[in-house]
């Protein structure tokens, strides 16, 4: 039972390419979250699914997109990398949306260069 | 603007005192509670849930929340210098709605 997976656990990109951040969980749960932390500002939200086949918009969507491919896996994609969207990465899971408790993913580190 | 704040730290005690870490929310109608364990450079492990008012113990943990106050708190007892990290303090304030985190304190316990 491996929990949340995270992969690339570390990326460097130039500006302007593209990337794919993938998430999984073996934990059966319906919702899934991609947040960003960086120093001083805590953890953001950045899109969320609370349930197979939904997507929404958390607080901070602008240059991501993401895909809940199935009940396990959750992408988050940037189409053109900038500077500002150097951070760790991290995936969560739960079991309803909100309230119930969120497990997280070992994380990516991303600098865009 | 639905906040939830923490002190920075760093708060720092010595092995085997207690630690006693704090959260304030903005949103009386706050449902949910949770507090989170960060070692630097790894992810948030989730280490208590509270949902209604009072004590919850775990072990060396407990959780307390007082709704009516608007805050929720996490002791440390017999603490560790393997206890030292960041906490994250996280509110679900209305349903449907998305956890919002504190900054987190940072703690430090000296052997």
């Known amino acids: 039972n491996a929990g949340v997976t995270q992969t690339p656990k570390f990326q460097v990109l130039k500006t302007g390419q593209s990337m794919t951040l993938q998430c999984a969980q073996d934990?059966?749960?319906?919702?899934m979250y991609w947040y960003r932390q960086d120093p001083g500002m805590g953890l953001r939200l950045i899109y969320y699914?609370?349930?197979?086949?939904?997507?929404d918009k958390g607080e901070v969507p602008n240059g991501y997109n993401v895909s809940r491919l199935n009940k396990r896996e959750f992408s988050l994609r940037l189409e053109s990398a900038a500077p500002s969207q150097t951070s760790v990465y991290f995936c969560a899971s739960s079991g309803q949306a909100w309230g119930d408790e969120q497990f997280f993913g070992p994380g990516t580190r991303l600098t865009v260069l | 603007q639905k906040e939830v704040e923490q002190n920075s730290g760093p708060l720092s005690v010595p092995e085997g005192a207690i630690a006693s870490l704090n959260c304030t929310y903005s949103?009386?109608?706050?449902?949910?509670f949770f507090w989170y364990r960060q070692y630097s450079g790894k992810s948030p492990e989730l280490i208590m849930s509270i949902y209604s008012n009072g004590d919850k113990e775990d072990g060396r943990f407990t959780a307390q929340l007082n709704k009516a106050s608007q805050y929720v708190s996490l002791l440390i007892r017999d603490s560790q210098p393997s206890d030292s990290a960041t906490y994250l303090c996280?509110?679900?304030?209305?349903?449907?709605?998305?956890?919002?985190f504190g900054k987190g304190t940072t703690l430090s316990v000296s052997s």
């Open positions: 949103d009386r109608v706050s449902q949910s």
């Open positions: 699914s609370a349930s197979e086949g939904t997507t």
């Open positions: 996280a509110v679900n304030m209305q349903a449907g709605t998305a956890l919002i």
């Open positions: 934990m059966n749960h319906n919702s």
